[in-house]
């Protein structure tokens, strides 16, 4: 297997394994997603962008979210909290559920966690979806499992 053919696999594994971890998602969210290209950089970082693992962006009329292979966290996650991103973007920001999530986000918000309500929001959108989150955020407790159920029904 040459170079090309390795990268060729280890994309093709990537977008099965985004494929997978969309599906989990409930409908409303898998709805949005549907504009979105996903790309995955073979590296611990983002190509040109050494800080981030992960990103969501629009380039000319083309929706997109990038994810690396960090060693911290799993690509599942990192793509789980980019598309946590767009549902705060959506279904978050500017709705009276915002200020539910003011109130939770001062609570769960760690010391060493960098950002705002937003990163915040998307750790833990990411934590609940995940079939493995990291144990820095810990397992979703009742109150924010019980705040993502009442999302997953919002407008």
Known sequence: MGTTDFKKFLND???QEAKKTINILPSKYKNLLKDYIFKFDL????KGDKENVGVVQKIKDKKEIRVAS???FSRE???LHEIGHVIYANFVAGKPIAKIWAKLSKKYKQKNEKGNEEETFCHRFAANYSQHPPTMFGKTT???ASFFKQLE???
């Open 153 to 155: 029904k919002s407008n």
């Open 77 to 79: 996650f990192i793509l």
């Open 142 to 144: 009742e109150d924010l």
């Open 43 to 46: 590296g611990t970082t983002l």
């Open 70 to 72: 960090s060693w911290s």
């Open 13 to 15: 594994s990537a977008s």
